[in-house]
């Protein structure tokens, strides 16, 4: 499968602790994007990037939230010291400079209790 | 600020009705418009892209799209629905040709067998 994969599928975490999540993009892809989806709404921009370098990160992204691409291929997500409000689906998409069309992963369910 | 609105926010219709889910967006610049579906249990997948040229544009599984710039409008049209058409469609618009995506909060249709 050549497409956008992201682990794990559903995470499930006490308050407080710390969470990381990976996004794989295609290959060829030199754009990757980080969104949260909560039901009813539409995905939510986090951040992105181009290559390895963190271009835009949203006012959504506390300091709580930190993204990582090393070497311009697969991106972490991390959050510390989750809260009950972190709960959602974070979806991962890539696509190619000038595309304009995601290719978005999976996603993976958050629950914080 | 920009924004995207979806009027409707659930849809249910019977088998081989028409269909037209309304979008507008609220940016006075070029804009790159897209219609995503998620299917039950799905990921996000794309629909339909407006980039320039010819304002009807056509996707797969016979959707179809009017871009209307006097109206800022992008609304999706599909003559027949049918059962399998049963999911959520996101408006989204890439303002400025930025390559960053802002996605509407969803409408969801239901297509009745």
């Known amino acids: 499968d050549t497409g956008v994969s992201q682990n794990p599928r559903h995470k499930i975490t006490k308050r407080g602790q710390n969470v990381t999540f990976r996004c794989d993009p295609i290959s060829e892809h030199n754009r990757l994007y980080w969104y949260r989806q909560t039901l009813g709404q539409g995905p939510e921009f986090l951040t992105y990037?181009?290559?390895?370098?963190?271009?835009?990160k949203s006012r959504l992204l506390s300091d709580r939230f930190s993204a990582e691409r090393p070497k311009g291929s697969f991106s972490t997500l991390e959050i510390q010291r989750t809260e009950q409000g972190d709960s959602a689906m974070y979806l991962c998409a890539s696509s190619s400079r000038g595309h304009g069309a995601y290719t978005f992963g999976s996603g993976t369910r958050l629950t914080v209790v | 600020a920009q924004s995207v609105s979806q009027h409707n926010h659930h849809v249910i219709l019977s088998e081989a009705a028409s269909l037209e889910l309304g979008c507008n967006y609220s940016y006075g610049g070029t804009v790159n418009l897209f219609w995503y579906v998620q299917y039950p249990g799905q990921h996000l997948q794309l629909l339909l892209k407006y980039f320039s040229g010819d304002p009807l544009v056509k996707g797969i599984k016979g959707f179809e799209a009017e871009f209307i710039k006097s109206k800022f409008s992008f609304n999706l049209r599909k003559p027949s629905v049918q059962w399998s058409d049963t999911a959520e469609y996101f408006c989204a618009v890439d303002l400025n040709r930025d390559d960053k995506i802002i996605f509407g909060k969803g409408t969801r249709l239901h297509i009745l067998p």
């Open positions: 990037f181009q290559n390895e370098a963190q271009l835009e």
